[in-house]
């Protein structure tokens, strides 16, 4: 082959990698012309940067090792340069790559940001390490972008799960490479307050732990220790800093009137009546609302937001609204005077009432109101507040409709607290689901007309942890996983106009699995299509992950090829790329259940809405009378014994660990007469594979005195 040939192939190939490194980059840029040739970052290339953007030249060496220099010093010669075009529009940003250097031109430093995320994402994979070494190669290309919409969010709920500072930084880094832009941090719920007021030290001392010896009770999990945190506001100070280099803001949340159990333990005096709290309840706490009547109520509410006002730069404040049980207002004197003093229709109208007052406070203090959809309801809320709509599609119209600046994140599309598909973790109230119908949302299938778009400020997604803090492991691996991928769909809808198409960007986002897997990033393959045709099982994916097997629990093996089995029932498949997983899946008879028929019993009486024969017909959940004690048992009697391959029994919920036996024992019975113990309970659960005999009964036996809930869900037991 002559030279020119080779040589034009090279080209070829220099260029087609290069087109490709462009066409990945997500969320999907305005416009963007790959050019022939390339930039390379050699040692002792310096970034320039104009005032203002020293921040972001530091923040970018750190990625790419590169001299600073303020531009003042600056002498001609190759560089990444950081400029400033106030005739570019908030956070847009023009990114030029010639042989020569690199431009960053921004309309703010947001656009600088932004220009700098894409020439990440246009830089080998390894850049998000932090640890490549020069020389790197950056296509040669001009981008013109600009964001969609200004408000685009990601909620984390730190008050149920404790996320430290730290942990929130990584995510910050994480959602920010999308240039994802506002963290909404749920700072305060029923379970815990994470946020120092220097006037009210208690509200942390007392009210950042749950459990143990805190008079705040433990609802989802953890039942047996002191557990918490919370931000001092020297942290989170550093935390603002920190989002903010990072083009991000942080809108805090304080969850009212509602979700204010935590609150209620520390300082019972602001509950309606101020009646002593003794009873356990279940789940939705209805002692968790604000009296709305009294006054000092007000003022305590005065000394927690007036130090949130100074803290936080952000223009808006959260204020929760949502979930408001208002039977405490209708049974309290004060609340039913102030009712018929102010004039107020109903509950609707007197959280109205409340929220008004606590916006005032906002108001003198220079900041303005976001609140959950509910708060819409009484009809006066001013319409300078900012509405997340979050329950769903229909409360994000309302909102919209009646002129309300509006936050769409309906749970349906974006609560990442969300199964994936039917066999994984998660909850399952709004919808399962995953990146594909996060990136479907569309505001116009959805029903919104242009005049509501109009109203659109952004959208969100959330990440709701009243589940989180029972997943092992715990953390930050069940973090990643339910965010990603789904948060680069989110990222795009907000950021990216023009057609969707599920093809195109599923191409992207396998492009980004590289880079998602430099950033340590535990997230979320596709699952792996498992058939099983004449004798044969095989798996297959479309993404170029690595195929593993395990069979019959066994550890797991490389998958290499159709195993040829006349038990696929035992087989599960899992997929890996990197730091990536998919969940395990295995063909429709792995997930087949036996039916057998039983009768259950129980030490502890039956509810009558939820009677025992709803378990023993496998057609949902039951519940006891009461919550259990020491020895109160809960026994499954079966009309014929039977052989099978796995038996399963549970107390509590799926997904939650409540309702359940906190701790206790299994036995098993094959005459109905005599039990022998088989193991103990896990987080209300237990399992057996291949029993060795025939199963005639099952006795469940508590080993703790209560568990948090005035009662025991049981379940139908799952055999294979
Ligand atoms: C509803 S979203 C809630 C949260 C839960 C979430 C779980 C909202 C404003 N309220 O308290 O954590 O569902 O998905």
Redesign the pocket.
């Known amino acids: 082959m002559g030279k020119s040939k080779s040589l034009q192939i090279l080209l070829l190939l220099a260029l087609s990698a290069a087109a490709n490194a462009a066409t990945t980059i997500l969320p999907r840029p305005n416009s963007c012309d790959i050019h022939e040739g390339q930039f390379v970052f050699t040692p002792g290339i310096p970034v320039i940067y104009a005032p203002g953007l020293e921040a972001l030249a530091e923040y970018i060496t750190e990625y790419i090792p590169l001299r600073q220099i303020d531009d003042r010093t600056w002498t001609a010669g190759q560089s990444l340069r950081l400029l400033i075009d106030d005739t570019l529009g908030a956070e847009a940003y023009r990114l030029e790559v010639t042989p020569q250097g690199v431009r960053v031109t921004g309309g703010d430093y947001g656009g600088v940001f932004n220009g700098l995320q894409t020439l990440l994402q246009l830089l080998p994979p390894e850049a998000y390490t932090k640890h490549a070494t020069l020389p790197m190669t950056v296509p040669a290309c001009r981008i013109v972008d600009e964001p969609r919409f200004h408000y685009r969010g990601m909620m984390l ?1 730190v008050a149920r799960t404790w996320m430290d500072a730290d942990r929130v930084k990584r995510h910050i880094d994480l959602m920010s490479h999308l240039k994802i832009n506002k963290l909404h941090l749920h700072l305060s719920d029923d379970e815990g307050w994470r946020l120092e007021i220097k006037s009210h030290p208690e509200l942390t001392e007392i009210g950042a732990w749950r459990g143990g010896d805190s008079p705040v009770w433990p609802v989802y999990g953890k039942w047996d220790e002191k557990y918490g945190g919370f931000y001092t506001q020297e942290q989170m100070r550093d935390l603002i800093h920190y989002a903010g280099v990072r083009n991000v803001e942080i809108i805090p949340e304080f969850d009212l009137p509602a ?1 204010s159990r935590n609150i209620a333990r520390v300082h019972p005096e602001i509950l309606c009546n101020y009646t002593p709290d003794l009873e356990v309840t279940a789940g939705y706490d209805y002692r968790s609302v604000w009296c709305a009547a009294r006054e000092e109520n007000y003022r305590l509410l005065a000394d927690i937001l007036g130090e949130v006002a100074d803290l936080f730069p952000s223009e808006y404040i959260h204020i929760g609204g ?2 408001v049980d208002m039977t405490q207002w209708s049974r309290c004197p004060d609340c039913q005077a102030l009712k018929s003093r102010e004039g107020l229709a109903d509950g609707h109208a007197i959280e109205q009432y409340f929220l008004g007052r606590v916006n005032r406070i906002l108001e003198a203090n220079g900041k303005r109101a976001a609140v ?1 959809n509910e708060a819409i309801r009484g009809g006066n809320l001013p319409r300078n507040a900012r509405v997340h709509g ?1 329950k769903d599609v229909d409360a994000c119209l309302e909102a919209t409709a009646q002129g309300y600046r509006t936050v769409v994140m309906p ?1 349906a599309y974006f ?1 990442f ?1 969300m199964r994936q598909s039917p066999h994984e973790e998660g ?1 399952d ?2 919808a399962i689901f995953d990146v594909r119908k996060t990136y479907s949302f569309d505001f116009g299938k959805c029903g919104f007309t242009p005049a509501q778009v109009a109203n659109v400020f952004g959208v969100e997604g ?1 990440f ?1 942890s ?1 589940a989180y803090v029972s997943h092992e492991p715990e953390k930050p691996d069940y973090l990643d996983y339910m965010t990603f991928p789904r948060i680069c769909a989110l990222a795009e809808i907000g950021w990216s106009e023009g057609v969707r198409e599920w093809p195109e960007f599923y191409r992207r986002l396998k492009g980004y699995y590289d880079a998602m897997g430099a950033q340590g990033i535990r997230f979320r393959l596709m699952p792996p299509r498992v058939t099983y045709r004449n004798g044969l099982l095989s798996a297959s994916v479309e993404d170029g992950s690595r195929l593993t097997y395990t069979e019959d629990d066994s550890e797991e093996k490389p998958y290499t090829g159709p195993i040829r089995t006349q038990t696929p029932e035992l087989y599960l498949f899992r997929s890996r790329y990197q730091s990536g997983r998919s969940p395990k899946v295995g063909t429709p008879a792995y997930y087949r259940t036996l039916q057998p028929a039983v009768k259950i019993s129980t030490s502890m009486g039956e509810s009558k809405e939820f009677p025992y024969v709803r378990a023993e017909e496998y057609r949902g959940i039951a519940r006891t009378a009461r919550t259990c004690r020491k020895g109160d048992w809960i026994r499954y009697d079966f009309e014929e014994p039977f052989t099978c391959r796995e038996i399963a029994v549970r107390t509590g919920n799926l997904q939650l660990p409540r309702f359940i036996f906190t701790t206790g024992y299994v036995e098993l019975s094959t005459d109905g007469e005599t039990f022998e113990r088989a193991g103990e309970l896990a987080k209300g659960g237990w399992m057996l594979r291949h029993p060795e005999r025939p199963i005639r009964a099952i006795r469940i036996v508590s080993t703790c005195e209560g568990n948090g809930c005035p009662y025991v869900t049981v379940q139908s037991p799952v055999i294979k």
């Open positions: 709920d979700h949502d979930e959950w979050w749970g609560y607290d909850h109230w709004a959330a709701w009243e």
